[in-house]
């Protein structure tokens, strides 16, 4: 049992160089983290969410350790040509100038070749001087063969076979290099996601586990955490015990592994869910639909939060330490946001915006104009969230724009080299910005990473969502937005559902009702919603405007942050 107490024991004054290896009790792995704009070891929410886990919890002093792996090529850099097609260019970038490379090792086996790990160290550094490490694995290492060094060049890149390779390298070598590191006294492993959950298979192994029935799995629950992120079946990472044989070899008897595993594909979820003592899902509805999908399992749910600090853009940091000392470390604090005089809040917001129109006419040919509300969409590029909805009547948009406000958007967002449909949307949307130029600015901004994100989420006056119910497990863009008192506008899932206070924090498109979620519907729902409620409050009720940016801040940026969550896993997750 890890008591709350022990895991403060890191006295306030001691420098992290002298707490000894042995007081990290946290082992959190994720595919992907995403912890510093200029290194590429990320393609989207799962990856800032496990970099602003990180800073949380060494913002609180968790005794936390982290591992991903390195990604020397990146997820990808962005161009788009004229015609709207995506290209895909390596990110090169050189991991030294952030990090250190230790020298010790260990290995893993794939495909019955001996694959040396080592890992780069970065240190998250906390509020109060406090850090955590994070481990980025390595397999780029003389003596390997050229496939098993190129297994950490691409995220999400390669094929399955790849994939189960670089999930090796994670689940086993990860665990493996922390012994090997020092951290001898890890009490739990939280998997971010199931890409992680072989790790739970190299715990039975160093018990010498081969029965599932024994009385000794168990203690391997009592070890392990998983945080599930996908309410999509498909989403799930699964591999055919063939592929599976193949890559693993003899690691643990086929019968054991297909016990937790799953009967007729190693499906990497199941792994984790059989194997964790505590499981939880990104938000309430996810935890519904999670319980769902996985009938017989425990699933609580912990709502996903973002890194305060991080997100707020640099006009908010200065305003909140004015008026609300502290927040930094307890973002909780932010409810006293409540009082803050609205000429200061539309100041600090007047300046995020100015940054970003200045950005987006200097690196695009549009002509965006400071004073029109400026409506800001960028996620992923993928079907699901639907970033052409907002077209589905191009019509009826020009004659929102004629008859009752200008208006100007601003999109953002990369697709899988391979969502083929991700890509066709990013296409449309610069055919439609084309087609209604002139009367509506539209701009699809190159390169979507955390820099242009945080840039965007401070400086659009509303934050477009608009994901085909219940496909968003959480989402969090949205979360960063109110922090720095942007309302979404957005269909109810995920996080919204629980964020959203109609005409308070932003507003609804359509209702909690699945058949009011088609296309149709939704589209209907979000011209209404621009026409009656955001443009004319946005333009003729200022007052109004500035009292939802503060009900933004107040309500949903002091409770949608990652140091609320990491206190919730601390609790009754780690603790347990
Ligand atoms: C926050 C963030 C995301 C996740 O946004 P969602 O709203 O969850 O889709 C993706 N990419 C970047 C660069 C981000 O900063």
Same mark, same amino acid.
């Given at each position: 049992?890890?008591?709350?107490?022990?895991?403060?024991?890191?006295?306030?004054?001691?420098?992290?160089?002298?707490?000894?290896?042995?007081?990290?009790?946290?082992?959190?792995?994720?595919?992907?983290?995403?912890?510093?704009?200029?290194?590429?070891?990320?393609?989207?929410?799962?990856?800032?969410?496990?970099?602003?886990?990180?800073?949380?919890?060494?913002?609180?002093?968790?005794?936390?350790?982290?591992?991903?792996?390195?990604?020397?090529?990146?997820?990808?850099?962005?161009?788009?040509?004229?015609?709207?097609?995506?290209?895909?260019?390596?990110?090169?970038?050189?991991?030294?100038?952030?990090?250190?490379?230790?020298?010790?090792?260990?290995?893993?086996?794939?495909?019955?070749?001996?694959?040396?790990?080592?890992?780069?160290?970065?240190?998250?550094?906390?509020?109060?001087?406090?850090?955590?490490?994070?481990?980025?694995?390595?397999?780029?290492?003389?003596?390997?063969?050229?496939?098993?060094?190129?297994?950490?060049?691409?995220?999400?890149?390669?094929?399955?076979?790849?994939?189960?390779?670089?999930?090796?390298?994670?689940?086993?070598?990860?665990?493996?290099?922390?012994?090997?590191?020092?951290?001898?006294?890890?009490?739990?492993?939280?998997?971010?996601?199931?890409?992680?959950?072989?790790?739970?298979?190299?715990?039975?192994?160093?018990?010498?586990?081969?029965?599932?029935?024994?009385?000794?799995?168990?203690?391997?629950?009592?070890?392990?955490?998983?945080?599930?992120?996908?309410?999509?079946?498909?989403?799930?990472?699964?591999?055919?015990?063939?592929?599976?044989?193949?890559?693993?070899?003899?690691?643990?008897?086929?019968?054991?592994?297909?016990?937790?595993?799953?009967?007729?594909?190693?499906?990497?979820?199941?792994?984790?869910?059989?194997?964790?003592?505590?499981?939880?899902?990104?938000?309430?509805?996810?935890?519904?639909?999670?319980?769902?999908?996985?009938?017989?399992?425990?699933?609580?749910? #912990? @709502?996903? /939060?973002?890194?305060?600090?991080?997100? &707020?853009?640099?006009?908010?940091?200065? *305003? !909140? =330490?004015?008026?609300?000392?502290?927040?930094?470390?307890?973002?909780?604090?932010?409810?006293?946001?409540?009082?803050?005089?609205?000429?200061?809040?539309?100041?600090?917001?007047?300046?995020?915006?100015?940054?970003?129109?200045?950005?987006?006419?200097?690196?695009?040919?549009?002509?965006?104009?400071?004073?029109? #509300? @400026?409506? /800001?969409?960028?996620?992923?590029?993928? &079907?699901?969230?639907?970033?052409?909805? *907002? !077209? =589905?009547?191009?019509?009826?948009?020009?004659?929102?724009?004629?008859?009752?406000?200008?208006?100007?958007?601003?999109?953002?967002?990369?697709?899988?080299?391979?969502?083929?449909?991700?890509?066709?949307?990013?296409?449309?949307?610069?055919?439609?910005?084309?087609?209604?130029?002139?009367?509506?600015?539209?701009?699809?901004?190159? /390169?979507?990473?955390?820099?242009?994100?945080?840039?965007?989420?401070?400086?659009?006056?509303?934050?477009?969502?608009?994901?085909?119910?219940?496909?968003?497990?959480?989402?969090?863009?949205?979360?960063?937005?109110?922090?720095?008192?942007?309302?979404?506008?957005?269909?109810?899932?995920?996080?919204?559902?629980?964020?959203?206070?109609?005409?308070?924090?932003?507003?609804?498109?359509?209702?909690?009702?699945?058949?009011?979620?088609?296309?149709?519907?939704?589209?209907?729902?979000?011209?209404?919603?621009?026409?009656?409620?955001?443009?004319?409050?946005?333009?003729?009720?200022?007052?109004?405007?500035?009292?939802?940016?503060?009900?933004?801040?107040?309500?949903?940026?002091?409770?949608?942050?990652?140091?609320?969550?990491?206190?919730?896993?601390?609790?009754?997750?780690?603790?347990?």
């Amino acid at each position: 049992m890890v008591s709350i107490m022990e895991m403060n024991m890191a006295p306030r004054r001691i420098t992290e160089e002298r707490i000894r290896k042995k007081e990290r009790r946290i082992a959190y792995l994720s595919m992907e983290i995403g912890i510093a704009p200029k290194m590429p070891t990320y393609s989207g929410g799962l990856g800032i969410l496990a970099g602003d886990t990180i800073k949380s919890a060494a913002d609180l002093k968790v005794p936390a350790v982290a591992i991903t792996l390195i990604y020397k090529k990146g997820y990808f850099r962005q161009k788009i040509d004229d015609k709207g097609a995506q290209q895909e260019l390596p990110y090169e970038w050189n991991p030294r100038k952030f990090m250190k490379l230790r020298p010790q090792s260990t290995e893993v086996k794939i495909e019955g070749r001996r694959v040396k790990v080592q890992a780069w160290e970065y240190r998250v550094r906390g509020a109060s001087g406090y850090t955590v490490p994070v481990f980025f694995l390595d397999t780029d290492l003389e003596g390997n063969s050229e496939y098993d060094r190129s297994l950490v060049y691409n995220l999400y890149g390669g094929d399955e076979r790849y994939r189960l390779a670089q999930e090796v390298i994670l689940g086993i070598g990860g665990v493996r290099l922390l012994r090997e590191l020092g951290y001898r006294h890890i009490r739990r492993y939280h998997m971010n996601e199931g890409h992680s959950s072989l790790l739970t298979l190299e715990l039975l192994r160093q018990k010498g586990i081969t029965d599932p029935e024994s009385l000794k799995v168990d203690e391997i629950r009592k070890l392990c955490i998983f945080t599930t992120h996908t309410p999509i079946p498909a989403g799930h990472d699964q591999f055919s015990y063939q592929l599976a044989r193949k890559v693993l070899g003899r690691f643990l008897p086929l019968k054991t592994i297909k016990a937790f595993g799953g009967k007729d594909n190693l499906n990497m979820t199941r792994l984790a869910l059989n194997l964790s003592h505590h499981v939880n899902g990104v938000a309430k509805e996810h935890q519904r639909v999670s319980r769902e999908m996985f009938p017989g399992y425990q699933i609580d749910s #912990i @709502t996903n /939060g973002v890194h305060a600090w991080t997100w &707020a853009s640099d006009s908010f940091r200065d *305003l !909140f =330490t004015r008026f609300i000392p502290g927040w930094r470390s307890a973002p909780t604090s932010l409810r006293y946001a409540i009082s803050l005089p609205d000429d200061e809040i539309w100041n600090a917001h007047a300046e995020a915006k100015r940054k970003l129109i200045d950005y987006v006419n200097a690196t695009t040919d549009a002509e965006m104009d400071p004073e029109v #509300i @400026t409506i /800001g969409f960028a996620r992923r590029a993928t &079907a699901y969230k639907r970033a052409d909805l *907002l !077209f =589905t009547d191009t019509e009826r948009l020009r004659r929102i724009a004629r008859k009752v406000g200008k208006f100007q958007f601003i999109y953002a967002g990369k697709a899988h080299p391979k969502d083929t449909a991700g890509k066709r949307l990013i296409k449309k949307i610069l055919t439609k910005a084309k087609e209604l130029k002139g009367e509506i600015e539209i701009v699809y901004l190159e /390169g979507y990473d955390m820099n242009l994100a945080r840039m965007l989420v401070s400086g659009v006056d509303v934050w477009l969502n608009t994901p085909l119910r219940p496909r968003e497990a959480s989402g969090t863009s949205g979360m960063k937005a109110a922090l720095n008192g942007v309302p979404s506008l957005s269909t109810l899932d995920g996080w919204w559902i629980e964020g959203c206070i109609e005409g308070m924090t932003g507003w609804a498109i359509g209702s909690l009702d699945m058949k009011d979620s088609s296309d149709t519907k939704c589209a209907e729902s979000l011209y209404h919603k621009l026409e009656r409620e955001v443009i004319p409050v946005f333009y003729y009720d200022r007052r109004t405007w500035v009292g939802m940016m503060r009900l933004c801040i107040a309500i949903n940026g002091s409770f949608f942050n990652t140091h609320r969550m990491v206190h919730q896993y601390v609790v009754s997750s780690y603790a347990q």
